[in-house]
């Protein structure tokens, strides 16, 4: 494709994505551009992985989705399992090296990818793709497109897709779900639109057992354990009065608990609008949700003092077996919900062919509240909610004081505000080169093309005490940053 970046970009289409296994993350696909590793968690991409570009960790690689910033607002990871479903993807953009100056994200040392979604067909059509494969792997992936309807020529499509496999080592599963949804106006016959989509992803996984390198040589791979026996009768932890159990270590590998469970989603909005003959206009507001944790559990003393507070409370029975000597095994997930509000815009100017003046402004917010609200097991070890005892998910546990019994409870904000102009002019194009290639030999400049940039980036982190609303740490900066590019191509002549 034609690239005006006087840096290393590539770009794969959507005819080598859907030669890719059925359901497999863009990020695998990806890998395949020169400069960029990615090493999957397993063979069919639900379970996570890690990124690199340039030798750069994935915190420091900038992946967007038409545009809007995927990233972790916190620590800036990327979740590899959790991508739109490829049959969905038309594009990915790959860019190593410093940003662009339109790209939102303030860590992107390591390079860029965006991957753009597919827009809905002017023909009506439906496809259906069911998919099997070893451990178990089961996936069924349909989209229904509208075609142009009504009089303004409206398209929408709907998408849904389900996963379920085995781990290929171990007990554990990887089951995944998602739908997505686009309607799509054109507005004239000169590129202009208005585009509306949705995208919602459910991830229930188990995590892999990991293992160093001496323990994999010696071929006694470790894996999850398939059962637990936490205290049922016989199993020498049977809760009983006046004695105490200590369930302290036992369980920890077990599978059930060793999960890693996301729901995130997204609306986006795109538009383009052409005022006048040379000038352009975008703007692409965003929503996005998540709610997700890795599992985990804690052995909790019966008399902690975070259960008994400041009440004459000698503890909290977690066993319910009538004693508060015991220490109790209780599922503790660190919860994060993360709602993140978003708007990118830009006008571009087309001077003439040669050269373009581009400005825009990002916003970018993101909401988070982490907390650890802990759960009960079952005498096998299991939890009933994998959001543990979050308010409208399991049932959590009251401290003697009457409150929700939780390891963490904080807001926290983080945000990003930047403006950046960007000029690019390609000089040289139409000189008459010729008569001069023939009066001097040697090595003569054709083109160049110089590219002058700026961003002027406004970065909020603030943490918010729960309840108080009063901030106990906050950083922010102003970050102008500028930069020229030249570049001069030369021909030999011939
Ligand atoms: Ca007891
Ligand atoms: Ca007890």
Same mark, same amino acid.
């Given at each position: ?305 975070? &259960?008994?507070?400041?009440? #004459?409370?000698?503890?909290? /029975?977690?066993?319910? @077996?009538?004693?508060?000597? !015991? %220490? ?87 945000? &990003?505000?930047?403006?950046? #102009?960007?000029?690019?002019? /390609?000089?040289?194009? @139409?000189?008459?080169?010729? !008569? %001069? ?58």
């Amino acid at each position: 494709m034609n690239e005006q970046a006087p840096r290393a970009r590539a770009t794969i289409t959507d005819e080598l994505i859907n030669r890719q296994t059925a359901g497999q993350t863009i990020l695998q696909t990806i890998n395949l551009i020169p400069g960029v590793n990615f090493t999957n968690n397993d063979a069919y991409g639900s379970s996570g992985g890690n990124i690199t570009m340039r030798g750069f960790d994935g915190n420091r690689v900038s992946l967007t989705f038409d545009g809007i910033p995927l990233n972790d607002t916190g620590n800036y990871a990327i979740y590899s399992n959790q991508m739109l479903d490829p049959e969905l993807i038309s594009r990915a953009n790959v860019n190593m090296g410093a940003t662009e100056s339109d790209s939102p994200t303030a860590s992107a040392t390591g390079g860029t990818i965006n991957y753009v979604t597919y827009v809905p067909s002017i023909d009506p059509g439906l496809l259906v793709q069911p998919s099997v494969g070893t451990d178990n792997y089961m996936r069924l992936f349909g989209r229904v497109d509208s075609g142009e309807i009504g009089p303004l020529g409206t398209r929408f499509y709907l998408a849904g897709s389900q996963q379920i496999y085995d781990q290929f080592m171990g007990p554990g599963e990887m089951k995944k779900w998602q739908i997505n949804a686009r309607a799509y106006q054109p507005i004239g016959s000169n590129g202009d639109f208005i585009s509306l989509s949705m995208h919602y992803n459910e991830n229930r996984n188990h995590f892999y057992r990991n293992f160093n390198l001496a323990t994999f040589n010696s071929g006694n791979w470790l894996v999850n354990d398939a059962t637990c026996d936490l205290r049922s009768a016989g199993s020498g932890f049977e809760p009983t009065a006046g004695t105490v159990q200590n369930e302290n270590g036992r369980c920890s590998n077990y599978y059930n608990i060793r999960i890693n469970p996301s729901n995130t989603g997204n609306i986006r909005g795109q538009s383009r609008f052409s005022l006048g003959e040379s000038v352009t206009l975008t703007v692409d507001p965003s929503f996005q949700f998540v709610r997700a944790n890795g599992g985990g559990t804690e052995a909790v003393f019966e008399n902690d003092i975070r &259960l008994r507070g400041a009440s #004459a409370s000698a503890g909290v /029975d977690l066993n319910g @077996d009538g004693d508060v000597l !015991d %220490r109790v095994m209780l599922y503790s997930p660190s919860n994060t919900n993360t709602y993140r509000y978003g708007v990118l815009s830009s006008v571009i100017w087309d001077i003439n062919a040669n050269h373009r003046l581009r400005v825009g402004y990002t916003w970018d917010e993101g909401q988070h509240q982490q907390t650890g609200e802990y759960s009960r097991l079952d005498q096998y070890g299991n939890p009933d909610s994998v959001f543990g005892g979050r308010s409208g998910f399991g049932t959590g546990i009251n401290t003697a004081e009457g409150l929700l019994f939780q390891k963490r409870n904080r807001n926290s904000v983080a945000s &990003l505000s930047q403006f950046n #102009a960007e000029y690019r002019g /390609d000089f040289l194009d @139409d000189a008459p080169h010729g !008569d %001069r290639r023939r009066a001097r030999p040697g090595i003569h400049p054709r083109a160049g093309s110089d590219v002058l940039f700026f961003q002027g980036q406004h970065v909020l982190h603030a943490i918010l005490h729960h309840g108080d609303g009063n901030a106990f740490a906050r950083v922010a900066g102003l970050r102008p940053l500028w930069r020229f590019d030249h570049r001069l191509r030369a021909d030999l002549p011939g």
